[in-house]
């Protein structure tokens, strides 16, 4: 039951301070779109991929509809995704004969198996309206700030 209820606790404490860092990032684009560093872009998908944001966000509200608790599992996914040698969609692969899968590692063991299936199903959705122009990566980033600011106006 205790391990109910702190899972409950940090599930909770991990979106609220999600939501907090959104709201700092939805006030700085606000303030305008520069450049974060040269060759990035904060609307690199506009012009080859332009709905692939709503696609994303509008699935993701009617996963959210049936189970909030799939953004914390989500937000948790990009987190062990980035968390190493940064956001490169690996612990999405699967394993093969020349190694096991960054999903078989100890630390992503726990991670929910329905955000995974939440990830192939928004890649498979980009990719049918857009080609393969979306990377796995930018997909899982996208569903976690989305993620983060669905929730928040959920509360």
């Not at 040269?38 to 991929?49: A, E, Q, V």
């Not at 993701?60 to 953004?71: E, P, W």
């Not at 990719?127 to 979306?134: A, I, K, N, S």
């Not at 980033?141 to 989305?146: E, G, N």
Request: charge should be neutral.
């Amino acid at each position: 039951m205790s391990s109910i209820s702190l899972s409950s606790f940090v599930s909770s404490l991990v979106l609220i301070i999600s939501a907090l860092i959104s709201v700092h990032f939805h006030q700085t684009e606000a303030q305008g779109t520069q450049p974060i560093v040269k060759g990035l872009s904060w609307t690199f998908y506009d012009s080859i991929c332009p709905n692939a944001e709503s696609i994303i966000r509008s699935r993701l509200r009617q996963v959210f509809r049936q189970d909030i608790g799939q953004a914390a599992g989500l937000l948790r996914l990009h987190f062990h995704d980035c968390f190493v040698q940064g956001c490169d969609g690996s612990v999405l692969l699967d394993g093969s004969a020349s190694g096991p899968s960054e999903k078989d590692a100890p630390p992503n063991l726990t991670l929910r198996q329905q955000a995974f299936r939440i990830i192939e199903d928004l890649r498979r959705r980009v990719h049918r309206e857009c080609g393969r122009v979306v990377s796995c990566a930018d997909i899982t980033a996208i569903a976690a700030r989305d993620s983060v600011f669905l929730v928040s106006l959920h509360q």
